[in-house]
């Protein structure tokens, strides 16, 4: 199995989203979802679940967050 189809072979059912406390109640947001046993962290848009997760390695998530949390990311 190749490295880049891997994250999306992990069953998700069961997982435990989590939005972010930034949020708030504003509807415009994000759950995130370590999935155990896995090197992935799947993200999806939570008034649309339905929708398949975006799927990354845990090192990958780890780094968007950190460079957002630091400044360094430009949208």
């Known amino acids: 199995m190749s490295k880049l189809t891997a994250p999306y072979t ?3 059912h069961g997982a435990d989203w989590r939005k972010s406390s930034y949020t708030a ?3 415009n947001c994000v ?4 999935v155990p046993g ?3 962290t799947a993200v999806r848009d939570s008034k649309n679940t339905h929708i398949p997760a975006a799927r990354v390695s845990c090192g990958a998530w780890d780094a968007f967050v950190a ?9």
Do not use: I, T
């Open 67 to 75: 460079a957002v949390a630091n400044g360094s990311f430009e949208s």
């Open 10 to 12: 992990v069953d998700l």
């Open 38 to 40: 896995a090197d992935v």
């Open 25 to 27: 109640n504003n509807s």
């Open 31 to 34: 759950e995130v979802a370590r």
